[in-house]
T-cell receptor, first 113, second 112 residues
Framework: DTGVSQDPRHKITKRGQNVTFRCDPISEHNRLYWYRQTLGQGPEFLTYFQNEAQLEKSRLLSDRFSAERPKGSFSTLEIQRTEQGDSAMYLC???????????FGSGTQLSVL | DQQVKQNSPSLSVQEGRISILNCDYT??????FLWYKKYPAEGPTFLIS?????DKNEDGRFTVFLNKSAKHLSLHIVPSQPGDSAVYFC???????????FGTGTLLAVQP
């Protein structure tokens, strides 16, 4: 399977705990995006990387959120001191060069109890 | 500030008939528009796109129409099939932005 893969598919955590998600993009894709989707809403942009450089972050990304893409390959998204409002589907997408035709992974569903 | 709006949360259509999904946008800097389809427990998948220099783009059963003066686009699916049942998201980008802005989605149910 050469698509975008995300791990884990589901994560249940208690409020206040830290969680980390991983995304493996399509191998030759230089851009990697993180989106968040809540029930009844469309995907909302969080941040994106071009190779290893994080070029843009949304105001939605509070100080508790951090994303990395070491060596321009896989990416991790960490949420510290989780809150119930962080419960959502976290989607990763990759593309080659442009923002059109993003290829999405299946997402990580986070539930904060 | 919802820059891309899909005002119909859901739509039900009979198999074989036409499905029309609508999308409005407010940002005049948008110059490229896309439709994505999403099945439950999967990520969105690209369906069809249109540049602002065109007013129509067709791909098989799917056609997207763009009315720039009205800041409105629509996706036509004809004939509709039960496998088309999914959530459809309209998305846009343009100007200096390097990210897609998505609408809230329309759940399409195609009844056999």
């Amino acid at each position: 399977d050469t698509g975008v893969s995300q791990d884990p598919r589901h994560k249940i955590t208690k409020r206040g705990q830290n969680v980390t998600f991983r995304c493996d993009p399509i191998s030759e894709h230089n851009r990697l995006y993180w989106y968040r989707q809540t029930l009844g809403q469309g995907p909302e942009f969080l941040t994106y990387f071009q190779n290893e450089a994080q070029l843009e972050k949304s105001r939605l990304l509070s100080d508790r959120f951090s994303a990395e893409r070491p060596k321009g390959s896989f990416s991790t998204l960490e949420i510290q001191r989780t809150e119930q409002g962080d419960s959502a589907m976290y989607l990763c997408a990759s593309s080659l060069g442009g923002v059109d035709k993003l290829f999405f992974g299946s997402g990580t569903q986070l539930s904060v109890l | 500030d919802q820059q891309v709006k899909q005002n119909s949360p859901s739509l039900s259509v009979q198999e074989g008939r036409i499905s029309i999904l609508n999308c409005d946008y407010t940002n005049s800097m948008f110059d490229y528009f896309l439709w994505y389809k999403k099945y439950p427990a999967e990520g969105p998948t690209f369906l069809i796109s249109i540049s602002s220099i065109k007013d129509k783009n067709e791909d098989g059963r799917f056609t997207v129409f763009l009315n720039k003066s009205a800041k409105h686009l629509s996706l036509h699916i004809v004939p509709s099939q039960p496998g088309d049942s999914a959530v459809y998201f309209c998305a846009a980008y343009g100007g200096a932005t390097n990210k897609l802005i998505f609408g809230t989605g329309t759940l399409l149910a195609v009844q056999p």
